[in-house]
C-alpha cells in the first residue's frame, strides 16, 4: 500500500509516520515545508492513501495574518482534494472543533478545506480533533511547564481534551472506516481553570484571546475507536 504523509514533521505528522513505518508493506511519501516541500508546488505522487495533515493551526496568527493561513488551509487542500478527485485514493483529513463554532479565519479555513474535500472526492474520512494534550504544544504542556501558569480570560472557558498517542490510534483505525466525518472527542469538556488547579501551581490572569471560542465539547462519533489517556491524571503529576 502507497500512503502520503501531509506535514510529516510535525507533531502529529512525524508521530503517525514513525507509527505507519513500523509495517513493512507500505511505502510511505512525505511532504512537508521542514523538508523544504510546498504542497502547491509539489509533485503529488499517486498512492492508496493521502493523510493530509499539513496546516497552519494558530488562532492568533490566522486572525492577525488571513491570507497565509487561507494559503496553507484553504489552497493546498483544495490542490490535495483536485489532484486525486477521480482516482480511488482515500483522502484521510484532520479537521477542527474549532471549525464547529466559526469565531476566527482558522475554524473557517478548516472548514472550507473539507468542504472542498466533500465536494469534489468520492472516498474521505474526515477527522475533526478536539484541544489536542501530550504533543509538546498546547495548553496543557503549557500547564506542565509554566510556573505560574498563565490563564487567557477568566479560566471558565471549557475544552474538550484527546491525547496525540490516541489521535494517531484512530487516525490509522480511519484507514478501513466508510466515506463520512467523524468527531474523535472524548464527549467531557473540562474548564480551563479546573486544569491549572490540579497542578496546584500558582495562576495569573490576562486577558482574553480575541476570536477565541468560549465552550468547545465534541462527542465520539467514530465506529470503533475510544480515547484511553485522561488529561486529568496526565497532570497530576507535574513538577511545581
Known amino acids: 500500500m502507497k500512503i502520503l504523509v501531509t506535514g510529516s514533521e510535525g507533531n502529529i505528522g512525524s508521530r503517525l509516520f514513525k507509527e505507519l513505518s513500523k509495517n513493512k508493506d507500505y511505502e510511505i511519501f512525505k511532504i512537508d515545508r521542514k523538508l523544504g516541500e510546498e504542497i502547491l508546488q509539489s509533485d503529488l505522487p499517486e498512492v492508496d492513501i493521502v493523510f493530509h495533515l499539513a496546516a497552519q493551526i494558530e488562532v492568533p496568527f490566522s486572525i492577525k495574518y488571513p491570507l497565509p493561513d487561507a494559503h496553507d488551509n484553504i489552497m493546498s487542500t483544495i490542490k490535495i482534494a483536485n489532484h486525486y478527485r477521480n482516482t480511488n485514493t482515500k483522502i484521510i483529513y484532520t479537521g477542527s472543533a474549532a471549525s464547529k463554532i466559526i469565531n476566527n479565519p482558522y475554524g473557517l479555513s478548516k472548514e472550507v478545506g473539507s468542504k472542498y474535500i466533500k465536494l469534489l472526492c468520492k472516498n474521505y474520512v474526515i477527522c475533526n480533533l478536539p484541544n489536542i494534550f501530550g504533543s509538546g504544544r498546547g495548553v496543557v504542556e503549557r500547564f506542565k511547564q509554566d510556573n505560574p501558569i498563565i490563564i487567557y480570560g477568566n479560566g471558565r472557558q471549557t475544552r ?76 497530576k503529576n507535574v513538577e511545581k
Open 160 to 235: 474538550d481534551f484527546v491525547h496525540i498517542d490516541d489521535v494517531i490510534d484512530g487516525l490509522i483505525k480511519a484507514m478501513e472506516w466508510k466515506t463520512g466525518e467523524y468527531d474523535f472527542g472524548s464527549g467531557k469538556s473540562l474548564e480551563v481553570i479546573e486544569l491549572a488547579k490540579i497542578t496546584k501551581k500558582k495562576i495569573k490572569f490576562v486577558n482574553g484571546i480575541k476570536g477565541e471560542v468560549f465552550n468547545s465539547i465534541m462527542k465520539n462519533t467514530t465506529p470503533n475507536w475510544k480515547p484511553k489517556i485522561n488529561v486529568l491524571d496526565y497532570l
